[in-house]
Nanobody, 122 residues
């Protein structure tokens, strides 16, 4: 599986961005899909995950109520809608394919996209 993330950019605090992650391969719908982020000098952290069928989601407390993960298996694409952005959301955002039902740990993800930069100015 190859993943291509897009949609990052520069936005003011309180603004919104929508990230997309397009996957190649016919097995996309077999995987849970997750979003992670990594800020400079910090470890990669979990943001959100969606199960293979798209009917279950789970979020990090830091983004709950502001971010929404979704997927379209017909388009082999997973999305992350980010609203009410804060400067602390600034990071490189990565999508990844996960093993298991709703994985939240980096080590449970096998394939990673290249990342897309999100910068939130105050």
């Amino acid at each position: 599986v190859q993943l291509q993330a897009s949609g990052g950019g520069l936005v003011q605090a309180g603004g919104s961005l929508s990230l997309s992650c397009a996957a190649s391969g016919r097995t996309f719908s077999f995987y849970a899909m997750g979003w992670f982020r990594q800020a400079p000098g910090r470890e990669r952290e979990f943001v959100a995950v969606i199960n293979w069928g798209g009917d279950s989601t789970y979020y990090a407390d830091s983004v709950k109520g502001r971010f929404t993960i979704s997927r379209d298996n017909a388009k082999n694409t997973v999305y992350l809608q980010m609203n009410s952005l804060k400067p602390e959301d600034t990071a490189v955002y990565y999508c990844a394919t996960g093993s298991g039902y709703m994985p939240v740990f980096v080590q449970d993800y096998a394939y990673w996209g290249q990342g897309t930069q999100v910068t939130v100015s105050s």
